[in-house]
């Protein structure tokens, strides 16, 4: 609290946007912001404060400082119109804030004092307190969160526009070896980083007709009728950028009932209708993804992808109305990405809005929406496309519908004059899928109307190109290109990894944080034996760290001297985490044989949510769990080997297993993994990586040298030989040495109590369809493992490939990634703010 009486207190000077005592950046600042916010907003006395009110109050002080950040942006760029980039996504996994933001402004020192003021000795105890909203399911939502932040640091102005689901994904249980779900009630009590903004609802429709009418002038004009109505209400969380002015805004929309049309429902007596459509728009924000096998949960997914779309799209083009800015300029002024194909809706209801609402012409129209979208896809996999029936779109976004088959004809007609009489071409580029029930082939919706279409790392580009859309490729060749992932080095290394932190400040300065191409410069350390073993003790120390939380977590006492086996990421038979789990039965079968000696004592983690519905996944998770109880019940695997399944993986464990790993298995099939973004931040932290040639993997290997990455496995061109040959597992296993006892072992029900049936569909799809060539990877991935075994034992060496992985992942920072974006793609270009009040820095 500020000793100023009221009459001396410091006031916003014109042109500043904050009173200075709430934006300093001092202990006593923050110590101040904390008091005040406990009585004032709390209505709670510091003796009293539980940990989670010191959470909160320290939040809200640190809210206060980004804020001064955040409205100087805004009237900078109302002042001055540039570029701003809107990435739509129905995902962004933020992970937890506080610390994040504590790093950005660099106060964390501050905080620490400020907390101790209240008995607390150390930040981590508030730190562990916050609950992250947990709105998306894996990489893609969190490559969200990276780019945002990217952004922000690269001072670009940017807005994520997302869905602020109620209930995010399911917190994961283990029970008796299986995963349960249960209900993320993040928001329960409360979350102190959005700011509702109810002034700024918009307005969506669902369902009803359409009908032309002539206007005024007599043009020819559609209107769209819906029968049902949602408001949505925009949350904004401010994102700041490493220690920049610039505060970029997440906007998360969230669903409420429309008043009005209640209101009319009400009045002609259908009270029930009207509540029923009141709960109905609600629950459009109220879960992450429902499982979608049921046309229900279809249904509710399609709503929410165009709730979120429309609202954006509606947000945009006010901010231009607002300014007195022509439509035509919207290019100009919004780059709109679209994450995936879930806000590919976009095409139509940006068409929709222009032509039906601003009544331009469908050439003025077309050239607006194709000049501001662009599409990246996350997935090659089939199954992932999204298609949706024509009944279900029609019946739900009647309007929507019409224009696209008008999209479709005047793009199937341009196809006709370049390829006359090809009727095969114009069915496999069609918007509209005819071969099973007529569908939107939502990929092709958002191609077409893209400038540009990217994949997400190189391998998964050229796959895009050559077995995805070869023949839009061949139409536009320019649109096509390459934008390899990355992650933002503030969460991953800074903020996660302390202890390497402060050694790479130590020992390179501290510019990597935001040039993460400085981590070269460690090279230089690569002979000295001094610093390996350092490297070594580092990562043994933050080991330490890891073991601890299994211990609290699970009882199980593991050797952080152990080689830190990891593999955390969704659960997908893709993904193969039964591959290593197989690999894990036959080094047991090797040390209860007598044959393990040369074999590095391993603790082997695993961690990783199975959709709901995905029962072969989920299995995958109750088979991983058996091998650990019956290895880790072995005596004669006391010091040789251990097996975790860590629950709930979030980002918040992320932050604790990245750091604390030293062996990151990226062993999806080739050709699967679009890029992975994990195996990014493992080598970032010196995990070195056993993988196959897919996704990103490539590029790190190339990256850190080939020398430096356990490569194994059949190539993507490999894996399609031994399909076109006709794969038949069930015949190559016998010849495969091991694998027969492997599986055997599995069969008599050795991990399951004797439980001969568990495991059944595992083993008779492994060797049956074996869908994702397991066993034809099984050898050359035991290879693989035995020369990490053999690498382990010479420490030094092992430790100067870590330090090399460290010093080459300079590439896989997000901001090369978003760089490579606005340069190529968004034409956004940085805008610095600047902040014409004083502040008291640290
Ligand atoms: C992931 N996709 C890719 N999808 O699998 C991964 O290779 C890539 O690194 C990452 O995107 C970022 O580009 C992904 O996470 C989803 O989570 C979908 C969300 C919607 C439901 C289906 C899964």
Redesign the pocket.
């Given at each position: 609290m500020t000793d100023a009486s009221p009459s001396q207190l410091r006031l916003p000077t014109p042109g500043c946007f904050a009173d200075p005592d709430r934006s300093g950046l001092t202990a006593d600042g923050v110590f101040d912001g904390m008091t005040e916010h406990l009585f004032y907003t709390l209505g709670k006395l510091a003796p009293t404060a539980s940990h989670h009110d010191l959470y909160v109050a320290l939040s809200y002080a640190v809210r206060d400082r980004l804020m001064t950040r955040y409205l100087a942006g805004i009237e900078a760029i109302s002042a001055t119109p540039t570029r701003v980039v809107a990435y739509l996504s129905?995902?962004f996994l933020i992970g937890p804030q506080l610390g994040n933001n504590l790093l950005m402004l660099g106060i964390q020192d501050e905080a620490s004092e400020a907390l101790r003021r209240f008995g607390i000795d150390s930040l981590e105890e508030i730190l562990e307190v916050e609950e992250e909203p947990g709105l998306?399911?894996?990489?893609?939502?969190?490559?969200a969160a990276c780019y945002l932040e990217s952004l922000a640091s690269l001072e670009i102005p940017a807005t994520g526009y997302g869905i602020r689901y109620e209930f995010g994904i399911f917190d994961q249980l283990i029970r008796d070896g299986w995963q349960v779900e249960i209900t993320d009630k993040w928001l329960k009590s409360g979350w102190p980083w959005e700011l509702p903004r109810p002034d700024q609802a918009c307005f969506v429709g669902f369902g009803g007709r359409t009908e032309s009418y002539r206007d005024s002038e007599g043009d020819y004009r559609v209107r769209w009728i819906p029968s049902e109505h949602a408001i949505g209400v925009p949350h904004d969380v401010p994102v700041l950028g490493y220690r920049v002015n610039t505060c970029d805004r997440l906007r998360l929309w969230q669903a409420e009932a429309s008043e009005s049309f209640d209101f009319y429902a009400f009045n002609i007596g259908d009270y029930y209708g009207a509540v029923e459509e009141k709960v109905g728009s609600e629950t459009l924000s109220k879960v992450l993804?429902p499982n979608?096998g049921t046309d229900e949960g279809r249904r509710l997914r399609l709503k929410q992808q165009h709730f979120f779309v429309s609202c954006s799209l509606q947000d945009m083009l006010r901010s231009l109305e607002l300014r007195d800015l022509p439509i035509s300029d919207f290019p100009d002024h919004w780059s709109v990405q679209l994450n995936?194909t879930?806000p590919a809706i976009a095409v139509a209801e940006l068409m929709r809005l222009l032509i039906d609402h601003k009544h331009l012409s469908w050439d003025a129209a077309w050239d607006i929406t194709t000049r501001s979208l662009a599409y990246?896809n996350?997935?090659l996999?089939p199954e992932?496309l999204e298609k949706w029936g024509l009944d279900l779109f029609g019946s739900l976004l009647p309007r929507h519908l019409e224009l696209i088959f008008e999209i479709n004809r005047r793009f199937l007609q341009s196809v006709r004059l370049k390829y006359p009489g090809n009727d095969a071409m114009l069915r496999s580029v069609s918007i509209i899928d005819e071969t099973n029930g007529k569908a939107v082939r939502m990929a092709h919706l958002a191609t077409v109307a893209s400038h540009h279409v990217n994949g997400?790392?190189a391998l998964?580009s050229e796959l895009v190109r050559t077995q995805l859309f070869p023949e839009f490729a061949a139409l536009w060749p320019e649109k096509f290109t390459n934008v390899t992932?990355g992650v933002t080095p503030r969460r991953w290394i800074a903020l996660a990894n302390p202890l390497l932190r402060e050694l790479l400040d130590e020992v390179i300065g501290q510019d990597w944080v935001c040039n993460l191409d400085e981590l070269r410069r460690l090279e230089a350390f690569q002979n000295d034996s001094a610093f390996l073993e350092r490297w070594g003790e580092t990562k043994l120390a933050v080991k330490r760290q890891l073991a601890h939380y299994i211990h609290r977590q699970s009882g199980l006492l593991v050797d952080p001297s152990s080689l830190f086996d990891v593999q955390v990421k969704?659960i997908?038979e893709y993904k193969r985490q039964h591959l290593n789990a197989l690999q894990v039965i036959a080094q047991y079968l090797r040390i209860k044989n007598g044959l393990g000696d040369d074999l590095a004592p391993r603790t082997v983690i695993f961690g990783g949510k199975a959709?709901p519905g995905y029962y072969m996944a989920k299995l995958i998770i109750r088979f991983i769990n058996g091998i650990a109880e019956t290895v880790n019940a072995d005596p004669d695997m006391d010091g040789r080997l251990r097996v975790v399944f860590l629950a709930d993986y979030n980002v918040t464990l992320g932050q604790r297993v990245y750091p604390a790993s030293d062996l990151s298995e990226q062993i999806?099939t080739a050709g699967l993994?679009?890029?992975?973004?994990?195996?990014m931040k493992f080598a970032m932290n010196g995990a070195l990586t056993i993988g196959t040639l897919d996704?990103?993997n490539v590029e790190i290997r190339e990256q850190v040298g080939a020398e430096n990455f356990f490569l194994f496995g059949h190539t993507t061109d490999g894996i399609e030989a031994v399909r076109a040959q006709g794969y038949r597992p069930w015949e190559l296993i016998a010849s495969i040495p091991e694998l027969p006892e492997v599986l055997q072992l599995v069969e008599q029900g050795h991990f399951s109590n004797g439980d001969t049936e568990l495991f059944k569909p595992l083993l008779e799809n492994l060797t049956g369809r074996d869908p994702y060539y397991v066993m034809a990877d099984f050898s050359d991935y035991m290879r693989a493992q035995q020369a990490v075994s053999q690498t382990w034992g010479d420490r030094t060496t092992w430790n100067r490939m870590s330090l090399l992985n460290t010093a080459r992942t300079g590439f896989f920072s997000s901001d090369r990634s978003i760089r490579d974006y606005a340069e190529r793609i968004w034409q956004a270009e940085p805008f610095p703010v600047t902040i014409s009040c004083e502040i008291d820095e640290p």
């Amino acid at each position: 609290m500020t000793d100023a009486s009221p009459s001396q207190l410091r006031l916003p000077t014109p042109g500043c946007f904050a009173d200075p005592d709430r934006s300093g950046l001092t202990a006593d600042g923050v110590f101040d912001g904390m008091t005040e916010h406990l009585f004032y907003t709390l209505g709670k006395l510091a003796p009293t404060a539980s940990h989670h009110d010191l959470y909160v109050a320290l939040s809200y002080a640190v809210r206060d400082r980004l804020m001064t950040r955040y409205l100087a942006g805004i009237e900078a760029i109302s002042a001055t119109p540039t570029r701003v980039v809107a990435y739509l996504s129905a995902e962004f996994l933020i992970g937890p804030q506080l610390g994040n933001n504590l790093l950005m402004l660099g106060i964390q020192d501050e905080a620490s004092e400020a907390l101790r003021r209240f008995g607390i000795d150390s930040l981590e105890e508030i730190l562990e307190v916050e609950e992250e909203p947990g709105l998306g399911n894996g990489g893609l939502g969190r490559l969200a969160a990276c780019y945002l932040e990217s952004l922000a640091s690269l001072e670009i102005p940017a807005t994520g526009y997302g869905i602020r689901y109620e209930f995010g994904i399911f917190d994961q249980l283990i029970r008796d070896g299986w995963q349960v779900e249960i209900t993320d009630k993040w928001l329960k009590s409360g979350w102190p980083w959005e700011l509702p903004r109810p002034d700024q609802a918009c307005f969506v429709g669902f369902g009803g007709r359409t009908e032309s009418y002539r206007d005024s002038e007599g043009d020819y004009r559609v209107r769209w009728i819906p029968s049902e109505h949602a408001i949505g209400v925009p949350h904004d969380v401010p994102v700041l950028g490493y220690r920049v002015n610039t505060c970029d805004r997440l906007r998360l929309w969230q669903a409420e009932a429309s008043e009005s049309f209640d209101f009319y429902a009400f009045n002609i007596g259908d009270y029930y209708g009207a509540v029923e459509e009141k709960v109905g728009s609600e629950t459009l924000s109220k879960v992450l993804y429902p499982n979608d096998g049921t046309d229900e949960g279809r249904r509710l997914r399609l709503k929410q992808q165009h709730f979120f779309v429309s609202c954006s799209l509606q947000d945009m083009l006010r901010s231009l109305e607002l300014r007195d800015l022509p439509i035509s300029d919207f290019p100009d002024h919004w780059s709109v990405q679209l994450n995936d194909t879930h806000p590919a809706i976009a095409v139509a209801e940006l068409m929709r809005l222009l032509i039906d609402h601003k009544h331009l012409s469908w050439d003025a129209a077309w050239d607006i929406t194709t000049r501001s979208l662009a599409y990246t896809n996350h997935t090659l996999l089939p199954e992932a496309l999204e298609k949706w029936g024509l009944d279900l779109f029609g019946s739900l976004l009647p309007r929507h519908l019409e224009l696209i088959f008008e999209i479709n004809r005047r793009f199937l007609q341009s196809v006709r004059l370049k390829y006359p009489g090809n009727d095969a071409m114009l069915r496999s580029v069609s918007i509209i899928d005819e071969t099973n029930g007529k569908a939107v082939r939502m990929a092709h919706l958002a191609t077409v109307a893209s400038h540009h279409v990217n994949g997400v790392a190189a391998l998964h580009s050229e796959l895009v190109r050559t077995q995805l859309f070869p023949e839009f490729a061949a139409l536009w060749p320019e649109k096509f290109t390459n934008v390899t992932n990355g992650v933002t080095p503030r969460r991953w290394i800074a903020l996660a990894n302390p202890l390497l932190r402060e050694l790479l400040d130590e020992v390179i300065g501290q510019d990597w944080v935001c040039n993460l191409d400085e981590l070269r410069r460690l090279e230089a350390f690569q002979n000295d034996s001094a610093f390996l073993e350092r490297w070594g003790e580092t990562k043994l120390a933050v080991k330490r760290q890891l073991a601890h939380y299994i211990h609290r977590q699970s009882g199980l006492l593991v050797d952080p001297s152990s080689l830190f086996d990891v593999q955390v990421k969704r659960i997908h038979e893709y993904k193969r985490q039964h591959l290593n789990a197989l690999q894990v039965i036959a080094q047991y079968l090797r040390i209860k044989n007598g044959l393990g000696d040369d074999l590095a004592p391993r603790t082997v983690i695993f961690g990783g949510k199975a959709a709901p519905g995905y029962y072969m996944a989920k299995l995958i998770i109750r088979f991983i769990n058996g091998i650990a109880e019956t290895v880790n019940a072995d005596p004669d695997m006391d010091g040789r080997l251990r097996v975790v399944f860590l629950a709930d993986y979030n980002v918040t464990l992320g932050q604790r297993v990245y750091p604390a790993s030293d062996l990151s298995e990226q062993i999806s099939t080739a050709g699967l993994e679009a890029s992975g973004t994990g195996n990014m931040k493992f080598a970032m932290n010196g995990a070195l990586t056993i993988g196959t040639l897919d996704g990103a993997n490539v590029e790190i290997r190339e990256q850190v040298g080939a020398e430096n990455f356990f490569l194994f496995g059949h190539t993507t061109d490999g894996i399609e030989a031994v399909r076109a040959q006709g794969y038949r597992p069930w015949e190559l296993i016998a010849s495969i040495p091991e694998l027969p006892e492997v599986l055997q072992l599995v069969e008599q029900g050795h991990f399951s109590n004797g439980d001969t049936e568990l495991f059944k569909p595992l083993l008779e799809n492994l060797t049956g369809r074996d869908p994702y060539y397991v066993m034809a990877d099984f050898s050359d991935y035991m290879r693989a493992q035995q020369a990490v075994s053999q690498t382990w034992g010479d420490r030094t060496t092992w430790n100067r490939m870590s330090l090399l992985n460290t010093a080459r992942t300079g590439f896989f920072s997000s901001d090369r990634s978003i760089r490579d974006y606005a340069e190529r793609i968004w034409q956004a270009e940085p805008f610095p703010v600047t902040i014409s009040c004083e502040i008291d820095e640290p």
